[in-house]
């Protein structure tokens, strides 16, 4: 049984930055693990995916330049570090995971057959 626990997110000011860690258990050799964020009222939208064992990252458009995707093998561990956040990045934060052996990730939410409980992420201006 997969299990994601996100935590990590807050309340910081425009130009901060933060690093939610997502804990995961249960996974294989293999799969996609990702980042995503839904806003109020906004469908849910792809942040930033890795390809775990294969070591292959992605990023959304909106996080280019600001966020980056890692991982830490010895402690289970997905990261998000996010630089110069912005107002538009308040929402609640999904770890996500497809168990299933892959090569390449993308950000089709349908893919993705595990989600953790999130972490509210809210930036002010």
């Known amino acids: 049984q997969v299990q994601l626990v996100e935590s990590g997110g807050g309340s910081v000011q425009a130009g901060g930055s933060l690093r939610p860690p997502c804990v995961y258990r249960?996974?294989?050799?293999?799969?996609?693990m990702g980042w995503f964020r839904q806003a109020p009222g906004k469908e849910r939208e792809g942040v930033a995916v890795?390809?775990?064992?294969?070591?292959?990252?992605d990023l959304a458009d909106s996080g280019k330049g600001r966020f980056t995707i890692s991982q830490d093998n010895a402690k289970n561990t997905l990261y998000l570090q996010m630089n110069s956040l912005k107002p538009e990045d308040t929402a609640m934060y999904y770890c996500?995971?497809?168990?299933?052996?892959?090569?390449?990730?993308?950000?089709?939410?349908?893919?993705?057959?595990?989600w953790g409980q999130g972490t509210q992420v809210t930036v002010s201006s």
């Open positions: 996500a995971a497809d168990n299933r052996w892959a090569v390449r990730c993308d950000f089709s939410l349908s893919r993705y057959n595990h």
């Open positions: 249960g996974t294989y050799s293999r799969y996609c």
């Open positions: 890795f390809n775990i064992g294969g070591g292959s990252t």
